[in-house]
């Protein structure tokens, strides 16, 4: 089972940005899906996450309204579409997959079972 995070880089304040997983020796459908981010000297933080069948998707309060998590079954990956990038979402994001993961359980870093290496996110003029 591996999960690997890409996507990362530099962007302005206000710009957006697309992160990717892609997963293997699973299938993303199956699985709770999540991400998480952790800042320099802080703990790893809930941002986005949804239950293998799609129908219930949580955000993170300090990322809602701006973005949005997705799935691609035949690629077998997941998204996060990033907008109106700020300074604080600077950061390294995790994505994460956990079994049999819902509603309140998504939001839970320790619940879930495999990790991606992290990709960086710089968000600075």
């Known amino acids: 089972v591996q999960l690997q995070a890409f996507g990362g880089g530099v962007v302005q304040p206000g710009g957006p940005l697309r992160l990717s997983c892609a997963a293997s020796g699973f299938t993303v459908g199956s699985y709770g899906m999540g991400w998480f981010r952790q800042a320099p000297g802080k703990e790893r933080e809930f941002v986005a996450a949804?239950?293998?069948?799609?129908?219930?998707?949580y955000n993170g309060d300090s990322v809602k309204g701006r973005f949005t998590l997705s799935r691609d079954r035949a690629k077998n990956t997941v998204s996060l579409q990033m907008n109106s990038l700020k300074p604080e979402d600077t950061a390294v994001y995790y994505c994460a997959a956990g079994r049999g993961l819902i509603s309140s359980s998504l939001s839970r870093a320790g619940n879930y079972d495999y990790w991606g290496q992290g990709t960086l996110v710089t968000v600075s003029s």
């Open positions: 949804m239950n293998w069948s799609g129908s219930s998707r």
